[in-house]
């Protein structure tokens, strides 16, 4: 079966400095990933997705994702943080019918 | 062209009691998921309808079940409702079978009280 690990609980940045959100996976299939945001008591928004195509995937408000298959590994990561970004990010992976496994989840926090 | 929808958006039960929640996917989506998100924890795979069957199912007891209509909206039951079933239901809609983006409704509450 597949699972990812979200290597970090809670991560904290300043304002305007990079962020980085770190996300391993397991599947014994070629994985489809996702990164999803959830601001609080809101729904889940999806910031980008790899479905085997390039390896560096841009997605909404800055972020991008790069697959290393060799490391397991899709981290998330943003040149400059913004205060707006602060919010509950998961890490995803699906293989066959969209059957998504989450990670428990990063907690992004963003000082002034 | 509308999103997932959900309903109720918030409830409270007592224990021991039944509640059912409702899921209308995206317009021309086939295939709806459910998924249990417990405060402080990520979302938990509950089970997949297509075709108003069961495709897939998480690690979840039979107190959970579905059912889905000939217009792919769908349901989920709980009985026998107890505190630890208060959480955030999600319902993702997509297509069955593909890697295609899937859509997530805002969720129900569900508090047991």
């Known amino acids: 079966a597949q699972s990812v690990t979200q290597l970090d609980s809670h991560v904290s940045v300043s304002e305007g400095t990079p962020v980085l959100l770190r996300c391993n996976y397991s599947s014994s299939y070629s994985p489809s990933l996702f990164w999803y945001v959830q601001h609080p008591n809101k729904g889940l928004q999806l910031l980008l997705k790899?479905?085997?195509?390039?390896?560096l995937v841009k997605g909404i408000n800055g972020f991008e994702a790069e697959f290393k298959k060799s490391e397991t590994s899709f981290h998330l990561t943003k040149p400059s943080a913004h205060m707006s970004d602060a919010a509950e990010y998961f890490c995803v992976v699906s293989v066959f019918n969209n059957d998504m496994r989450f990670g428990a989840g990063t907690r992004l926090t963003v000082k002034p | 062209d509308a999103g997932v929808t959900q309903s109720p958006t918030h409830l409270i039960k007592t224990r021991g009691q039944q509640v059912t929640l409702r899921c209308s996917p995206k317009?021309?989506?086939?295939?709806v998921s459910w998924y249990q998100q417990a405060l402080g924890q990520g979302p938990q795979f509950i089970f997949q309808y297509y075709e108003e069957e069961e495709r897939q199912r998480g690690n979840f007891p039979d107190r959970f079940s579905g059912h889905q209509f000939p217009n792919y909206s769908s349901e989920l039951n709980v009985n026998a409702l107890l505190l630890g079933d208060s959480a955030l239901y999600l319902c993702?809609?997509?297509?069955?079978?593909?890697?295609?983006?899937?859509?997530f409704g805002e969720g129900s509450w569900l508090t047991v009280v």
């Open positions: 790899y479905t085997s195509a390039a390896t």
């Open positions: 317009s021309g989506h086939d295939t």
């Open positions: 993702a809609s997509s297509f069955f079978g593909a890697k295609d983006t899937i859509y």
